[in-house]
């Protein structure tokens, strides 16, 4: 019972290079989502797939695209890394309805220097 | 549109003593509430979930959380802390189109031997 899992667990990045966060559920949930995580702001979403084959912005999208490759992923992209988004990302899942909650991965760690 | 507000972003007990971490949500539509705990170093994890079914929710590890329409509250409550409580508690709700989870800024409770 895997739930969500995220890869990598940490990363660091120089300014200006580009990486893919990866993300795969395996509970057969519909809805997948993107957040970071900065001290004192909690949880922002960037980016959400409601179902397979489509994907919105969240509140934070600037800087990140998002692919939902099927129905268990859903990757996140940083093309040109930036110190400001230095964060912890999670991955998160939930099944279609709003009163289920989510399963959230365990995040990235990632750093830009 | 909704918004979580976390009263109190760090808050220290004595074990042993009563937990009482606030939450007040605002919605336009009729809300689903949920608490999540997140210990250091790792993803987060339910704590319990109001529906609709009942105003007083019971969740893991001895928390319950009321939900009051009027006061639009949601505070978590457990009688008696102990150290392994210690960690960072989300407020988060739901009710919107595409089942999007907003949180709280998130309260850091401390427990004191």
């Known amino acids: 019972n895997a739930g969500v899992t995220q890869t990598p667990k940490f990363q660091v990045l120089k300014t200006g290079q580009s990486m893919t966060l990866q993300c795969a559920q395996d509970m057969n949930h519909n809805s997948m989502y993107w957040y970071r995580q900065d001290p004192g702001m909690g949880l922002r979403l960037i980016y959400y797939?409601?179902?397979?084959?489509?994907?919105d912005k969240g509140e934070v999208p600037n800087g990140y695209n998002v692919s939902r490759l099927n129905k268990r992923e859903f990757s996140l992209r940083l093309e040109s890394a930036a110190p400001s988004q230095t964060s912890v990302y999670f991955c998160?899942?939930?099944?279609?309805?709003?009163?289920?909650?989510?399963?959230f991965g365990s995040g990235t760690r990632l750093t830009v220097v | 549109a909704q918004s979580v507000t976390q009263l109190g972003s760090h808050v220290s007990v004595s074990e042993g003593a009563l937990v009482l971490l606030r939450c007040n949500y605002s919605?336009?539509?009729?809300?689903?509430l949920f608490w999540y705990v997140q210990y250091p170093n790792q993803g987060l994890q339910l704590l319990l979930k109001?529906?609709?079914?009942?105003?007083l929710v019971k969740g893991i590890n001895g928390f319950e959380a009321e939900f009051k329409k009027s006061e639009t509250s949601f505070h978590l409550t457990k009688p008696s802390a102990h150290m392994s409580d210690a960690a960072e508690y989300f407020c988060a709700v739901s009710g919107g189109s595409n089942y999007k989870l907003t949180f709280g800024k998130g309260t850091l409770l401390t427990v004191n031997p």
């Open positions: 109001y529906t609709s079914a009942a105003t």
């Open positions: 919605s336009s539509v009729p809300p689903y």
């Open positions: 998160a899942s939930t099944q279609q309805g709003a009163n289920y909650g989510y399963t």
């Open positions: 797939s409601a179902s397979e084959g489509t994907t």
